[in-house]
């Protein structure tokens, strides 16, 4: 986020992660707290579609950090919302069943996307994943919101080790599909450790960026247990 609120809650409270929402869920929600500060978009793009993204950060018990989107790129704006607030959670996984409006049908994004779905012998069959970004965001509340320059972000989980192999596969798959349409995949594997990017752990990197609500930190194996206290 390039733009952030200052938390509901001293600063020391900030000890949990709800697990009942994850990174990259949209959020529906009742109502937006007004802080002091935010930017002038952030009324008219709540208005525009009431929704935000469930950002990695920790907060106080009751609250769940977000993130909300304006119209242009540089409209990125983190903040908190109390979980009483929330009307429903759409994980990623749920919208990658779900087709936008039949005008943007065509668009290089979604077509991709329904191009990976329709596929039951890729290199996806037996992944949990779906959308963020963009289009995940545009699936959820049938907002224009993907141009037709747009990159297609993907959210996998992977619970389990991906072994390097499987990795390479997966990426050249996703990669040679998304340039079919003239259009960048962006993937991103969600691990015990945090989201790392699928290219970094294809890569062979000795150590890889995990971004947790902790915090980025480089590991050598996001599956790896966590000994003692996170």
């Known amino acids: 986020m390039q ?5 509901p809650f001293a600063a020391d409270h900030a000890l949990s992660f709800d697990a009942r929402w994850q990174p990259h869920d949209l959020l529906r929600l009742h109502r937006l707290p007004q802080f002091d500060g ?3 978009w952030v009324r008219r793009a709540f208005e525009r579609a009431p929704y935000a993204v469930v950002r990695r950060a920790l907060a106080a018990d009751g609250f769940v950090a977000i993130g909300l989107r304006g119209t242009e790129r540089s409209q990125r704006y983190g903040t908190w ?4 607030d929330i009307e429903i959670a759409v994980p990623p996984e749920a919208l990658a069943r779900r087709s936008p409006l039949a005008s943007r049908n065509a668009l290089p994004t979604f077509a991709t996307l329904a191009a990976l779905r329709r596929d039951t012998a890729g290199a996806l069959v037996g992944f949990d994943w779906g959308p963020t970004g963009s289009a995940g965001f545009e699936l959820a509340t049938q907002t224009p919101t993907v141009t037709f320059s747009s990159d297609l972000d993907l959210l996998i989980r992977a619970p389990d080790k991906l072994p390097r192999h499987a990795a390479i596969q997966l990426l050249d798959y996703l990669q040679a599909t998304a340039q079919r349409a003239g259009i960048r995949v962006d993937v991103q594997l969600e691990t015990p450790a945090g989201g790392v990017a699928l290219a970094e752990w294809a890569a062979d990197k000795a150590r890889v960026m995990a971004r947790h609500a ?16 996170p």
Request: aromatic share 4%; hydrophobic share 35%; charged share 20%.
């Open 214 to 229: 902790r915090g980025p930190q480089l590991v050598s194996d996001p599956w790896a247990p966590v000994h003692g206290n």
């Open 81 to 84: 919302v109390h979980r009483d």
């Open 3 to 7: 733009v952030c609120a200052a938390p």
């Open 38 to 40: 935010e930017p002038a």
